[in-house]
């Protein structure tokens, strides 16, 4: 049986740029810091934009709190989009997910095996 799936996933956020894609596989954002350098003491939004057409700010990150822990998940089929307003360059980070069949997949193995176990 395969360990479990935990690949790393990761975005570089830059100012006045749309990063948009529809969701090949899910995956979850867990971090994002604001590259100091680029900040200019100013704060930089991180807005995601989704399948509907609305925008939310997912983290506000300046000089004083320059990362922010996130929990967000996506599924794959999702249209999204990422884009900073303000000086900013904001690293994403986080890591890939079981897709619900590699989940399935590894519950019937573990079933298979335990019922050869009983045998």
């Not at 979850?28 to 200019?40: G, Y």
Request: glycine share 6%.
């Amino acid at each position: 049986m395969d360990p479990p799936r935990n690949m790393f996933w990761g975005l570089v956020v830059k100012p006045n740029k749309r990063y948009e894609t529809e969701v090949q596989e899910p995956f979850r954002i867990t971090k994002a810091c604001l590259e100091p350098s680029t900040a200019e003491g100013k704060v930089s939004s991180v807005f995601i934009e989704c399948d509907n057409n609305e925008e939310f700010i997912i983290a506000n990150l300046n000089l004083k709190n320059f990362n922010e822990n996130i929990d967000l998940a996506f599924n794959e089929g999702e249209k999204i989009c990422f884009k900073v307003d303000g000086p900013g360059t904001v690293h994403l980070t986080g890591n890939l997910l079981q897709s619900e069949e590699d989940q399935m997949n590894r519950l019937e193995d573990s079933d298979a095996s335990e019922s050869e176990e009983d045998e």
